[in-house]
């Protein structure tokens, strides 16, 4: 399951490397000595690989394990290992030698006065399915809904993978509507 920001909102979070990238293009260009323009060049790359990091903001879910994408590190962590997801957005979990980690979502961050309400709901639903994703990876059968159908999620170490947008692999469809068809 991937989960991302939307489009206008990852065009957003890499406008952070873009337009520092153009200022360093611009005075790269009328730079007059080596260093100056080399010292230019070198934070065009930079500013662009923050730009590219920017609009890949989010999160993979995959059968045992989540990948982080953040501005600045990508982070995998073992579903078996997560103790929750926060509200702040945040995956809380356990390193392998016992210490608590945090590793923000910030591909998920809301602001209240700085974003339109859709873009707010998109995040706090990304959220959500990501708690989902989390709370099946520790075992036992949930009912999950999914655009209206209900399924019976199966959840074991070899079973209960959930797929791409909704696809359900493991489950045990309940969806009577179509019995007779």
Request: glycine fraction near 12%.
């Amino acid at each position: 399951m991937e989960l991302s920001p939307s489009a206008l909102n990852r065009l957003a979070n890499s406008s952070l490397g873009i337009l520092p990238a153009v200022v360093g293009i611009a005075y790269a260009a009328q730079a007059d000595g080596g260093v100056p323009r080399l010292a230019a060049g070198l934070s065009v790359i930079g500013f662009v690989v923050l730009a590219v990091r920017g609009y890949r903001l989010g999160t993979t879910c995959e059968h045992t394990r989540i990948t982080v994408r953040g501005y600045l590190r990508t982070r995998v962590i073992d579903r078996e290992r997560i103790t929750e997801i926060t509200d702040f957005p945040a995956v809380r979990w356990t390193a392998r030698n016992g210490r608590r980690r945090w590793t923000p979502l910030v591909a998920f961050m809301t602001d209240p006065g700085g974003e339109s309400s859709a873009t707010r709901l998109h995040k706090e639903r990304a959220v959500g399915r990501l708690r989902e994703w989390a709370r099946r990876g520790r075992g036992g059968q949930e009912r999950v809904e999914t655009g209206g159908r209900r399924t019976i999620q199966a959840h074991s170490v070899c079973h209960g993978r959930a797929g791409t947008d909704g696809e359900q692999r493991g489950a045990v469809d309940t969806d009577t509507s179509r019995l007779g068809r």
